[in-house]
């Protein structure tokens, strides 16, 4: 079998072609690796151009050779060849990498299994992006696997037999092509391996293995009989099969079964001297698939429906009080009415003399939701990418593992009014983030030891960085109480539990349901499509007027409906306002309502002539949500708000106004374009009585840009592997170093004037234990190098790694030898922003310096480069950004309006006012400056009741 398989799990392609003898259950074992899987190709070196064959065992080179035994000039290898001597790419200047390495006869024999894999990753361009890629894949001279027009990480496997591959015993050779594509481009190797499995190598007997692929199969399934004897013999296997020695090679085969029933098999084989060996095998077939219900409980004198799968010739009984049923071609359905408290249902099938039985059990109950996270819609779009592990308690407003719903808890949270919103959930348990918590709380009724719970994980879009969908290994908990495990889960699942309240220990106040991804494929992730919580009190016995009036939720969106429940006397007459009919039976009742207004419902219960109320608020968001496009802006840029609000609510903005006009079925958006300063602005959703606001805030930047090295794209494609020297300055503009240089004039002799910017190929990717530095050589003006001017430096880093078991990062950034700023421990990537001033920094006219150091941490680790960036705020010599307003005053007898602003000689400034921020007007252009300072007089008029906003603009 070959296949290719891309990284990305959501999108797996296969390319599938026969290949003789190859066994699903293969053991394999590595025969040879060159590279850690880590997704990093910093094992090995940069390639150092092309050579002829057979190149050499200890150099960096084309040729990388494994232990064994050649031929002259290389002869005998008692040790693998360093991986720091295997190039790390092949490339349009450096297409080919070969792989030498020996097999013994063993291993070389024509039946043993190979498995080759190939992780490329890094994929760059000189021109633009990843560039694309064709890529050829031999073995001894012979193509066992092409590609064509890559773009994308791929994993690239392929398995088959030694004849498959054409390997002989001594020395083979693999050797990879990149054949074509976008020129000046690469493609780099995470790793490359080799497993082996030699068991069907071989059999001094007349038969050695007889074996099935599966030793039980499902009704019209099939089952692959495989074996292994001596390569003299004849082969035959009963039950209507026959001969297969068609079907065998060098002793071995294998051939396919479809059994209708439970059978063993019988091989014979049989030497030229007639002499005979058999070995037998049997392959059970299932009575029963499946027996399930569609539901786990329903309320009293209600139906479930049973369900099965079946093998289509079995005959079929279910009880108690169903008795034979039509079998249905191997799969049905029934009705049954299930009693309290609950019934077992046993389905028994029986075909000739084989009979199976299955049981489900179908629980009498009165659930009410209490809670739901996420909608029953197979996507995990109403949470958050998980953000990495916490320790409990969390935090009930940001997104961490720890969820909560409205309640009262412990301190530090206290008291948390309304649910979390589902944004602040994780999505998925992970391999690095392996745990998410839901904290809720219980009342006295619902935490009565009578009471009963029933909780549903629906987990599904299962996905691994290696290989598929991953393998995983899963713990669901209450308290510290184990409600379910999982194990090896590899397809969706849903898991719903019903247990008594105090088999986990559910106390009124803070309860805890923990999801667990205990183990399974490294790299892989299981994610929710939602989780929920019900709670059966029709046990739990009430001698009060009303024990419990809960709602499953407070606050819901605009059309969604809320749960009302409670448990009073029996006795009681039962009332609830606003005015809306209600049923209950012994006391205990619930009713589903859809509010279009925030609302309270009043239970009120009257007992012996006593009366009692409860109360329970619930709010209909009139505001859905309401967002920027950005959270800042430089000048002259524009943007826009949008928002979602309840279609009857009428919409403003603070300093805009209303927005109806701008609202579609409760769906709105504005553009925003010109502001100077960081805004807030506040939305008002109005409904009835119902009032409802949210804010958001919009950054003013002033910084503008200087240069940038990278592409703010989190990949360090771009740029080059270090090349593992520190050197000294000044470093060359036209080489990889440390030392990188934008155009321009430098003091030192050997560097002189720098027509451009060296290219980004030459800037080293990373900080390393061995490579600490990359310093940045850069011209300023003298109006950029004024002293009361701003600047903002962005390190992005990414991609940490280590050759041990921990990655820990000491880094420290200087400007003209000044530190200006430090991270001690970095363990995680990083967006690094410090801002510091000219005169702090040392800044000068001409020639600065950045340098960038890891200065300590754990020993083999480096840490990548996404980008680099440095901006300026001009705050003095005149900059753009000293402009700004130093008075207004207002003529109240007039109307006219004195403006006073900071300006700068011999410039003229444009002046405009807006009532929304929508509609700007202009009051003039051209207008001369005055000096230090500029006034000009809008006479325009100026309605005492109105709100007026103004800005100048210099030309």
Known sequence: MKFVMNRNPLLITACIAVALMTHAD???????????????????????????PPGDPFLNDDDFYFKGIYDDPIGTLDEDEDWANFERAVTSGDPTVRLHFYLDAEQAHPLAQYRLSFDMIALGSAADGAGTHDLEYRFNDDVFESITDLSAELLVQSEGTASDFGAVEGENVITITRTG????????????????????????????????????????????????????ATFSVDQGVGSVDDETQFGAGSIEVTPNATTTYTITATLPDNTTATKTVTVAVRLITLFTSNTSAVPE???????????????????????????????????????????TYTLTA??????????????????????????????????????????????????DDDYYLAGTYPDPIGIVEQDEPWTNFERAVTSGDSAIRV?????????????????????????????????HDLEYRMNDELLSENLQVEEPVYIERIVPSGDVNAVAGENVIEVTRVGGTDGSWIQFDFISFEVDTSAVGCSEAICNFASDRVVLSAGQSVTLSWVAHPSAELSLSPDTPITSENGQGNIVLMPENNTTYTLTSTLNGVTDTREISVRVRAVESYTSTVAEVRAGEAFFLDWRVDPAAQVSISGIGAVDEQTFDGVGQIEIAGITATTAY???????????????????????????????????????????????????PATLDDDYYFAGTYEDELIGTVDQDEEWATFERALTSGD??????????????????????????????????????????????????????????LLWQPIFSAESAGAVPGENLITIERTGGSGGSWIQFDYVALEINAMGAGGPADLRFSDIALNKDNGNVVLTWTSRPDKTYLVESTEDFVQWEELTDGHQSEGEETTYTDVSGFPATSVRYYRVTEE
Not at 319 to 338: A, C, K, L, M
Not at 777 to 800: G, K
């Open 350 to 399: 029986t075909l000739g003399e084989e009979t199976a039985t299955a049981e489900v059990t179908v629980l009498i109950s009165s659930f009410v939701r209490l809670w739901q996270i996420g909608e029953d819609d197979e996507s995990q779009g109403d949470f958050s990418q998980e953000m990495g592990v916490n320790p409990p308690p969390g935090n009930p407003v940001g997104l």
């Open 439 to 471: 904290h809720f709380n219980l009342d006295d009724v619902q935490a009565h030891p009578e009471a009963v719970y029933r909780i549903g994980f629906d987990m599904f879009a299962l996905g691994s960085a290696a290989d598929g969908l991953g393998i």
């Open 682 to 732: 506040t939305i008002t959703a109005t409904r009835g009585a119902d009032v409802e606001t949210q804010t958001v805030t919009v950054a003013f930047n002033p910084f503008s840009d200087l240069w940038q090295i990278g592409n703010d794209d989190g990949s360090q494609a771009e740029f080059a592997q270090e090349n593992g020297n520190q050197n000294d300055l000044p470093g060359d």
């Open 772 to 829: 600490l530095f990359s310093r940045i050589h850069f011209n300023l003006t003298d109006q950029e190098a004024a002293l009361a001017n701003e600047f903002r430096l962005t390190v992005d880093l990414i991609l940490l790694g280590s050759g041990g078991e921990e990655s820990t990062h000491d880094l420290q950034v200087s400007f003209n030898d000044t530190v200006i700023g430090e991270q001690l421990g970095v363990i995680s990537p």
């Open 301 to 343: 004198g209600n139906s479930a429906s049973l369900m099965w799968n079946v093998h289509p010739d079995a005959t079929l009984s279910i009880s108690p009080g169903v008795g034979d049923i039509d079998n249905g071609g191997g799969t049905g359905t029934v009705d049954v009415t299930p009693v309290a408290p609950s019934t």
């Open 26 to 52: 293969a053991q394999f074992e590595e025969l040879w690796r060159a590279g850690e899987d880590d997704n990093s190709q910093a094992d090995f070196v940069q390639e150092q151009g092309i050579n002829d």
């Open 181 to 232: 594509g976008t020129d000046s481009s690469w493609i780099q190797f995470d790793y490359v391996q080799m497993e082996i499995d030699t068991s069907q190598a071989g059999c001094e007997d007349p038969l050695c293995v007889f074996s099935s692929s599966a030793a039980t199969i499902n009704p019209g399934g099939a089952a692959m009989l495989t074996w292994v004897g001596s390569p003299d």
